[in-house]
């Protein structure tokens, strides 16, 4: 049986596999809570509703197509008995919080393609999404640290 992280590249699959399954399934949670449950807002909303319907279609097969290839990944480096938990879930909570903290930043501010929330004070919205997507990043940058860090068992 091979150890983890013997196995020449299973460090990096893992760690892809965990930034795509975290950044998709942040992506569903945004789209599924905020867009379709909530109706807070649409991923383009510079437009009419039907364009804000397809925006959000697509941001759905994005998201859907890396937390497929996330967990085909996971698959792959499971099988070749390459799997770190530690390194996963860092990576994991990093394309979470790369995920949050892009949409918080860019979508939201720069590009303006749409707020969290229309007619309301947004700075605590704005604090909370965003400083959760760092926070999410953070952790997961440190667990992704201390997992290259220590040597294999």
Request: net charge positive; no cysteine; charged share 15%.
């Amino acid at each position: 049986m091979t150890a983890p992280q013997t196995v020449p590249g299973s460090r990096r699959r893992v760690v892809v596999s965990g930034l795509l399954l975290g950044a998709g399934a942040m992506g569903a949670v945004d789209e599924i809570v905020f867009h379709q449950l909530l109706h807070w807002h649409h991923f383009y909303d510079r437009a009419s509703g039907a364009a804000g319907l397809v925006s959000d279609g697509l941001l759905h097969a994005a998201t859907w197509s890396a937390t497929v290839a996330g967990l085909a990944l996971l698959a792959d480096v499971r099988r070749r008995q390459a799997f770190s938990a530690g390194t996963w879930w860092g990576a994991m909570l990093l394309g979470a919080g790369g995920f949050q903290t892009w949409d918080g930043v860019v979508d939201h501010k720069v590009l303006r393609v749409h707020q969290v929330r229309y007619g309301v004070d947004l700075t605590g919205y704005d604090l909370l999404w965003t400083g959760g997507g760092v926070l999410l990043a953070l952790v997961g940058a440190l667990l992704l640290w201390r997992g290259r860090t220590r040597p294999a068992p």
